[in-house]
């Protein structure tokens, strides 16, 4: 609060408070548009907001399924290094190499550096998954990775 020298100044500092939180709700009314970009570039879901079916199973079936959970040609499962990304039980026990997902860790979850860091896809097995979805897969992993 900003103290003002005169005898008016709890009106004065009410008003800078008022002024203030006026200048905060409307840079919060330009935040994201009906794209879910902001003027800083793509936004990430809001906070509790991502779910494991409706947001990140579709990733990972559009990204990375081919691979780990995907049936082949004579119906089989394919699951590199034991992973399948398309069933949350199966995620979450992880690759044959251990866990892949650690919930509400996203630094110490080993599946988002490896698609981070560009290692998944390899090269030639599709196109590196785009930063957007990046965000959507880390904030769910945040927010403790829960299937729902």
Request: proline share 7%; glycine share 12%.
């Amino acid at each position: 609060m900003i103290r003002m020298p005169s005898s008016g100044g709890v009106l004065r500092a009410v008003g800078v408070v008022a002024v203030t939180g006026a200048v905060a709700a409307s840079l919060a009314g330009h935040g994201a548009n009906p794209h879910g970009e902001t003027a800083f570039g793509p936004s990430a879901p809001a906070a509790d907001t991502v779910s494991y079916k409706e947001d990140v199973l579709p990733i990972f079936q559009k990204r990375c399924a081919k691979c780990h959970g995907a049936k082949d040609e004579e119906g089989e499962v394919v699951a590199e290094v034991s992973l399948i990304v398309i069933n949350y039980e199966r995620l979450m026990m992880g690759s044959e190499f251990g866990p892949v997902i650690t919930a509400g860790d996203p630094v110490d979850s080993w599946l988002l550096e490896m698609i981070t860091e560009g290692d998944m896809p390899p090269e030639g097995e599709g196109d590196k998954v785009p930063e957007e979805e990046i965000a959507v897969i880390r904030q769910w992993i945040a927010e403790g990775a829960k299937n729902n």
